[in-house]
């Protein structure tokens, strides 16, 4: 009976506490986002692992507008010596009073968060994130990033409540070499 309190305990204090961490997330997009200043190619430098970028390296994401006002998402990158592309669409449900959160989708009609969470005022750099802490992304303009840029971009990720010991760090090496 003793070794059932502690189990006991525990699941009473488990939901408080999962609640606690979703209160310390904050996916909320930037106030204000220049979609003509952020289209074009940016490169992904750091992301959370996931199943549909697992092993891609040299990862570049296009956006491109579109005639109806949606924009072309072409997401590229290399895995075990092969060019993969993803293609999709996005679209700004509400871009006069939220226009830093785009809706992303890859499949059909189901669609997914996509913030921009914090953005230089050179459109350089950015740091994006979905409606879950599971998807967390650093982009670039160029390949490479300096360092105490990276410092400032993983400190407002942590500060909104992501892991970024979960980041995974892109190989841009074929990117960089291209560049020059």
Do not use: C
């Amino acid at each position: 009976m003793k070794s059932l309190i502690p189990l006991a305990m525990a699941a009473i204090m488990l939901p408080g506490l999962a609640r606690a961490q979703s209160a310390a997330f904050d996916n909320s997009p930037v106030r204000s986002l220049d979609l003509s200043r952020y289209l074009g190619t940016w490169y992904e430098i750091a992301r959370f692992d996931h199943s549909f970028e697992r092993g891609l390296e040299n990862v570049t994401a296009e956006y491109l507008l579109r005639d109806d006002g949606k924009i072309d998402v072409i997401n590229s990158g290399w895995k075990e010596g092969k060019y993969k592309v993803a293609e999709g669409k996005a679209r700004q449900p509400d871009p006069k009073t939220d226009p830093a959160h785009l809706e992303v989708s890859f499949f059909l009609f189901f669609y997914s968060d996509y913030n921009v969470l914090m953005i230089d005022e050179g459109y350089d750099v950015a740091l994006v994130g979905s409606g879950s802490p599971k998807y967390l992304w650093i982009l670039s303009r160029t390949p490479a990033v300096p360092t105490e840029v990276l410092e400032s971009l993983t400190a407002e990720a942590e500060r909104r409540g992501y892991d970024t010991s979960r980041l995974i760090w892109v190989d841009q090496s074929r990117n960089i070499t291209d560049s020059l």
